[in-house]
């Protein structure tokens, strides 16, 4: 089924939220919400007659679910997300601590635990949720097989990956994760991360300077 994939970077450090729409279901999916998120989605929402059925977070750091509570107040989306990251994702001003600032944070309540390996039915696609955890805990990853498209929150960027020494991150759990759980993808995969552009799985495998396949 076709899907229209809008990225929007937005939040103060840019961080990369996906909108996929489907104008068949006439439903949309959220992945990731940064700061003012609304603001994008909202006038593509009515452009393409879709409503939001779900937010899907990648991990709960900030950036990522900064705007999430605005866009399920207006939305009434249901949200996805891995249970390790609960404290950070309904108890969010811990966050402040660790950031030195009052980020303005509001807590977001989840709707739906997803596991290692669950499938999800969601805009006519099936998608696999892969555990990436090491970054941050609760980090997922999800695979649209038939679009050749996971999104990797920020577990794996372009020619780097995402940092290991924030609170509950491990650099060789972060390791572990991109070797088995993103290498693995097909080489042809296109990554979608957090942060930056996009990549594939093959040519971070050949050349990421901070974990070879």
Known sequence: MPLTLHILPAGPIETNAYLLASTETGEAVLIDAPGDIWHE??????????????????????DHMQGGAEVVRRTGAKVRAHRDGQILIETPEI??????????????????????????SALGHQVEVRCVPGHCPGS????????????????????????ADLPGGDMRTLEHSIRTQIYTLPDDTVILPGHGPNTTVGHERRTNPCVRG
């Open 41 to 62: 989605i909202e006038p593509i929402l009515r452009d393409k007659n879709c409503t939001l059925a779900e937010l899907w977070l990648t991990h709960g750091h900030w």
């Open 95 to 120: 966050m402040n601590r660790f950031m030195g600032d009052d980020l303005g944070l509001e807590p977001i309540k989840v709707d739906f635990w997803v596991v290692q390996g669950e499938i999800l």
């Open 140 to 163: 997922v990853l999800f695979y649209f097989p038939r679009k050749k498209i996971a999104f990797a929150g920020d577990a794996l960027f372009a020619g780097s990956i995402g940092r």
